[in-house]
């Protein structure tokens, strides 16, 4: 008898092997494609900002530039991390927290450089075009907090709830503690 025999009908294989471990405890998997959809977005509005061959005023399209750049790099570091095993290595335990606080700030800063690229460019159709995208990437930045509120509600709003604790000196003043004592000798005897 083969050793694959003998294991291979009493084993189970091992869910979490794989490259993408989606849906998640910190990712389900309508946010995974919103997260994608995210990344996409910035790319291209990166790239057609880049494509731009002429400026008059410069300092709205680098604005725009870092900004598509950046939210296109960090969310998909934050994708990769969020959706993989890779999140346990880093060292970071409110993954929930650094997620919505992300997410808000760049859809914040994603709306302020596509609102002043919008304003201030030589009206081409390619800056017209990547404002538009920025503009898209703004939603679904919006769309995914949205859909995190909905999921897991807000992660400061969490802090309003106790922790159980068996400290005596950080627990809840309404449970009482206990009052009965263990008895070693009654223990012991028997």
Not at 56 to 70: N, Q, Y
Not at 112 to 125: E, G, Q, R
């Amino acid at each position: 008898m083969a050793q694959d025999e003998v294991y291979s009908s009493t084993t189970v294989p091992n869910p979490n092997t794989g490259c993408f471990l989606v849906p998640t405890q910190h990712l389900d998997k309508v946010r995974f494609v919103v997260k994608i959809l995210e990344v996409l977005l910035s790319l291209v509005a990166f790239i057609l900002e880049e494509v731009v061959a002429v400026c008059i005023k410069c300092t709205a399209l680098e604005f725009f530039e870092f900004v598509s750049c950046t939210s296109f790099l960090f969310t998909a570091l934050l994708l990769v991390l969020l959706s993989t095993n890779l999140h346990l290595r880093v060292g970071i335990n409110c993954w929930s927290s650094l997620d919505f606080w992300y997410t808000t700030i760049i859809a914040l800063v994603f709306f302020i450089a596509s609102i002043i690229f919008a304003a201030i460019n030589n009206d081409s159709p390619l800056e017209k075009s990547a404002g538009a995208f920025g503009f898209l990437a703004t939603l679904a930045f919006v769309f995914d907090l949205f859909l995190f509120w909905r999921t897991y509600g807000l992660p400061f709003a969490k802090g309003d709830k106790p922790q159980p604790s068996n400290d005596v000196r950080t627990a809840d003043p309404e449970v009482p503690a206990e009052t009965e004592k263990l008895n070693t000798d009654a223990t012991a005897a028997e």
